[in-house]
């Protein structure tokens, strides 16, 4: 039995488990990756924005919050999968089949990058399907496709032109939604061409990937366009799947939550990205897990006065 069990270790989750210790909760953090960090680990340029820290890039940041909960009394398990969530019995069972029990969850799941669920997507994934521009060098010499017209798919392009002779952006507005420097690089590197209108339909390959199959409005037949890599950048989704029917969620399917950071369910919190913050940031998700914590703390210090 733990005072709270707090599920996701990114910027919101070890900021939950912060405050929690610091209030003097017994508390348990539950993490499915076998790192901690979160999307943290997948931002690859200097972080400027976050006061007081800044860092060359996500995992930089990530390293300092883990040594500022080194010497802290919480709990933290990786790899963990969680099979099954009862909100209102506030009760966790894992995978190994363990059961967990708690006076209040935290629910610090946050976002993943949304899938196309085109054909060859799941098929190539580490054979030519790119999850991070991270690390240029294993791009060096292929011809490359990013799929998406956002920010994310401005930036993996420019990344991507570092090392690959030839970068195709392929998005299905007819502007690219991307914020101007981005866009305006885009139109001056000669490695890049950008096809507006447009949809990538199946990603083609015997063993790696060899062709995408494209779409262009306007045009009479899809075509075929030869790369090795493919990367996909088309939004993000909440990780919420385990917790549906259960509580109040908004038609994306993100937590809907009270300024308390309180969901529907009494004593279930959700913090961070998960609950759609007007601005998500690692500034908001850090002040949401110290929110939700100093809640929890007053409710279960109230119970405990009552019951002296
Ligand atoms: C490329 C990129 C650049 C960014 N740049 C900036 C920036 O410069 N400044 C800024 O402020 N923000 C930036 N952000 C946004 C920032 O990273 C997020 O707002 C922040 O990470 C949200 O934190 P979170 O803890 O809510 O969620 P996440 O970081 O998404 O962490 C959620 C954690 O929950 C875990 N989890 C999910 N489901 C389960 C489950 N079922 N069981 C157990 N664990 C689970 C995940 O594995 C993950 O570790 C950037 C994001 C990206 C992708």
Redesign the pocket.
Known sequence: MHDVLI????????SAARWCDELGLDTLV????EQ?????L????P????LGARAAN?RELRDRFVEQTKDCDFDLWTN?E?AGVDLKAKRIRLRSGEELQSIAIVI?????RRKLGIPGEAEFVGRGMIESSGDRAAFAGIDACVIGGGD?AA?DALLLAEACPTVTLVHRGKKLRARREFTEALHTNHCITVFPESVVRRIIGSDRVEAVEIERAGAIKPFQMAVQGVIVRVGFEP?TE?FREQLEMDERAYVIISSLQETSVGNVFA????ANPLS??????VGAGATAARVIASRLNAVQNRSR
Do not use: F, K, M, W
């Not at 901690?36 to 943290?40: A, I, K, P, S, Y």
């Not at 610090?108 to 993943?112: E, F, K, Q």
């Open positions: 599920i996701g270790a990114g910027p919101a989750g070890l539950l993490e499915q990756n901690v960090g979160g999307q943290l997948s931002v690859h340029n972080i400027e924005n976050y996500g963990v969680i610090a799941t946050g976002l993943r994310a930036e990780n385990l913090i961070g990205d998960v998500p940031t690692i500034s908001s998700a």
